[in-house]
């Protein structure tokens, strides 16, 4: 069984910046993708960025030239930097990833249970 755990999050004054990580605990052979989520009171989950199984990333449009996904390794799977933060930011943010097996097969999915992000004005 893998679990995915989030960390970094944390309150931060507005245009303050946080790193976000994402580490799998378990065994696993690799990541095949990963996204971030986030989620604000009393709104839908969002992805905010998402790093594809062929390197290309994508981000939401509040999240172009501010935030960065980034791949780490087989225990911290994945990162997000966030700069500039503002309160249009607070969420509760998940990682999301696939991941492979040695025992092969397609990417399983995974959720995290999610880190807070606060920022002050």
């Known amino acids: 069984q893998v679990q995915l755990v989030e960390s970094g999050g944390g309150l931060v004054q507005a245009g303050g910046s946080l790193r976000l990580s994402c580490a799998a605990a378990?065994?696993?052979?690799?990541?095949?993708?990963i996204a971030w989520y986030r989620q604000a009171p009393r709104k839908k989950r969002e992805v905010v960025a998402r790093l594809d199984g062929d390197n290309t990333k994508e981000y939401a449009a509040a999240a172009k030239g501010r935030f960065t996904i980034s791949s780490g390794d087989e225990q911290t799977i994945g990162f997000l930097q966030m700069m500039n933060l503002q309160p249009e930011d607070i969420a509760k943010y998940y990682c999301?990833?696939?991941?492979?097996?040695?025992?092969?097969?397609?990417?399983?999915?995974?959720w995290g249970q999610g880190t807070q992000v606060p920022v002050s004005s």
């Open positions: 378990g065994s696993i052979f690799s990541v095949n993708d």
């Open positions: 999301f990833a696939g991941l492979r097996f040695r025992s092969g097969g397609p990417p399983y999915h995974y």
